[in-house]
């Protein structure tokens, strides 16, 4: 099919092709390429610092679910670990960006203000 179109007052004549609805999700148009996962997450930035890869508990409680496992990737705020204080569920997320390195505490463990819960590399 050719159609005319007009840009900025320039005419141009081009070719369409009409592509039958069946084909429109057909794996025939993938292109067949990778995409290496550090496109789909940014590294860290340069100036963090080694203790901000610690994920610290900010309040006392018991460990009732851990979230990750090592070598898991976590974004910023991806939940890590639930602590139960005072009959309140805490959900306990990553500082930065990064992939679990270690996980320091067990479940049913209790924790204290301050204390490590893992380490991101």
């Keep these: 099919m050719k159609l005319r179109i007009s840009i900025e007052g320039q005419?141009?004549?081009?070719?369409v092709e009409v592509v039958?609805?069946?084909y429109a999700g057909s794996k025939e148009f993938e292109s067949g390429l990778s995409v290496p996962p550090s496109v789909m997450r940014p590294p860290?930035?340069?100036d963090?610092?080694?203790?901000d890869r610690i994920c610290r508990s900010p309040?006392?409680?018991i460990v009732t679910a851990i979230a990750v496992s090592p070598g898991q990737r976590v974004r910023q705020d991806d939940p890590v670990a639930i602590i139960d204080a005072m009959k309140m569920q805490n959900t306990i997320g990553?500082?930065?960006?990064?992939?679990v390195e270690?996980?320091?505490v067990k479940?049913?463990?209790a924790v204290t203000s301050g204390q490590a819960l893992c380490r991101l590399a």
Excluded at 11 to 15: Q, T
Excluded at 48 to 51: A, F, H, L, S
Excluded at 94 to 99: E, H, I, L, S, T
């Design 107 to 109: 479940l049913g463990q």
């Design 20 to 22: 039958p609805e069946p």
């Design 94 to 99: 990553a500082p930065v960006d990064g992939v």
């Design 102 to 104: 270690e996980i320091l």
């Design 11 to 15: 005419s141009y004549d081009v070719d």
């Design 44 to 46: 860290p930035p340069a």
């Design 48 to 51: 963090t610092r080694p203790e």
């Design 59 to 61: 309040i006392a409680g």
